[in-house]
């Protein structure tokens, strides 16, 4: 196992379109993240999953975002009517909490919206 | 809600030489932990240190290290012997007892040759 893995690693898309993206942590993870990162800011948490329970959501989460993990491995970000304020990259992390719980991160994807 | 701020937006220090990056976190919560993470250019974000909030002794890796103040709720990451290498954004993060993690708005370090 080579790390988190997400894809695609870009996407543009229209405005109004709706997007997925993916992630695949490390197999044995059971922790999963999302995260926004906009440019020149730290990433901002939007949902954390154990296996396959969807346990926080940020408030930054609106209701166009949704995220699931049906089998507690992968896991995957929908964002309904894209909007131009949704560019950004969007990172995931997996860790093998609680004893460590040192977060490892995938390589992002950047999303443009036109 | 917690926060965390990093108030050096860029720092750069000299190859071989010492630098300390700055954090403070805003939490009410006792038990915590705390972590520095590197992120170079266009490459994925890697941990560098991190420290549980009930260990008084400070965390050291090989040539980072923390000076972690509980009280004044500070924590900052010294780098030693810096190298080309070392040039990154480095992110200082808290992970709260629900196991959210709060980052703050990073550093941009240079390493002079």
């Known amino acids: 196992d080579t790390g988190v893995s997400q894809d695609p690693r870009h996407k543009i898309t229209k405005r109004g379109q709706n997007v997925t993206f993916r992630c695949d942590p490390i197999?044995?993870?059971?922790?999963l993240y999302w995260y926004r990162q906009t440019l020149g800011q730290g990433p901002e948490f939007l949902t954390y999953?154990?296996?396959?329970?969807?346990?926080?959501k940020s408030r930054l989460l609106s209701d166009r975002f949704s995220a699931e993990r049906p089998k507690g491995s992968f896991s995957t970000l929908e964002i309904q009517r894209t909007e131009q304020g949704d560019s950004a990259m969007y990172l995931c992390?997996?860790?093998?909490?609680?004893?460590?719980?040192?977060?490892?991160f995938g390589p992002g994807t950047r999303l443009t919206v036109l | 809600a917690q926060t965390v701020t990093q108030s050096q937006p860029e720092m750069s220090v000299q190859e071989a030489e010492t630098v300390t990056l700055s954090c403070t976190y805003d939490t009410s919560e006792s038990d915590y932990y705390l972590f520095w993470y590197k992120q170079p250019p266009s490459r994925q974000m890697i941990l560098v240190i991190r420290?549980?909030?009930?260990?008084?002794q400070n965390a050291t890796e090989n040539r980072f290290s923390v000076n972690f103040q509980k009280a004044a709720k500070s924590f900052s990451l010294k780098i030693s012997d810096s190298q080309l290498g070392d040039a990154a954004m480095y992110f200082c993060?808290?992970?709260?007892?629900?196991?959210?993690?709060?980052f703050g708005t990073g550093t941009s370090l240079t390493v002079i040759p």
């Open positions: 992390a997996s860790s093998h909490g609680p004893v460590r719980n040192e977060q490892f």
């Open positions: 993060a808290y992970r709260s007892a629900s196991n959210q993690f709060y």
């Open positions: 999953f154990q296996n396959e329970a969807q346990l926080e």
């Open positions: 197999s044995e993870h059971n922790r």
């Open positions: 420290q549980e909030a009930y260990k008084q």
